[in-house]
């Protein structure tokens, strides 16, 4: 099953408008929303109205710009953005006097997606992958059974082998704590077709989860095109809703083994 999962709805008008457009033309499966932005309201007004599923996109690292942010919520949002942007590394390192702020942070944007769409997401990821950096990872602060993304999957040679022991770690890790999709990649660069048709193909026998960001200009364009269209025919598609929950797939891994 191949799921396109969209990025960044309600981050701004132009990136939910670009979103809902490429979901009607049946060019994505789902999105990823993000709370306490400028076009939150109303993206999760028309989502509803096209019957887009879509995930909390969760915020650590970005600025909210969006109205009536409680202050509690902004100055604990305030001090986890400052920490993360110092440098990329941050996220790999455990800061415990930010315990109390990313678990308020998360459930307050948690919280409120629930109110705007009235329902609970259907899967966990982050804006910049910031839903694994170290201090969510180690006090589990994501309840064990959800729906989360694992990291990127890359193959031998596309990053040092540290880089890559480190990501089979934390995947190891989420796939015994939560429902995972069985790879991850970005659509990025789009002008490799080659590349993306070698994704898309895996779809056949695995679980695959293509992340796209529409509001860029190039993806958005690539998603319209008919050589994307035809990438995807003929692939079985659909949402982080459809994986097994966590006891099937134990079921099955050990009958399998």
Known sequence: MLIVNADDLGRTAEATDNIISCFRRGRITSASAMVFMSDSERAAGL?????????????????????????PLRDHHGRIVAYLRRGKWRQLLYNPSLTKAFRYVFHAQYDEYCRLFGKEPTQIDGHDHMH???????DRII?????????LTFARGQRNSVNRLYRRLVDAWLVRRY???????????????????????QAHSRNVELMVHPALREEYDHLLSPAYEALIQGVPMGTYRMLLKLPERSSRGAAAG
């Open 143 to 151: 309840p064990r059974g959800l729906r989360v993304r694992r990291n």
């Open 179 to 201: 429902i995972c999709s069985d790879a991850f990649f970005a659509i990025d660069p789009v002008e490799n077709l080659p590349r993306q048709q070698g994704i898309i193909r």
């Open 47 to 71: 989502a509803a109205a096209v019957r887009l599923e879509s995930g909390l996109h969760l915020n650590l690292d970005l600025p909210f710009d969006g109205p009536d942010v409680p202050t």
């Open 132 to 138: 694994l950096c170290m201090n969510m990872v180690v």
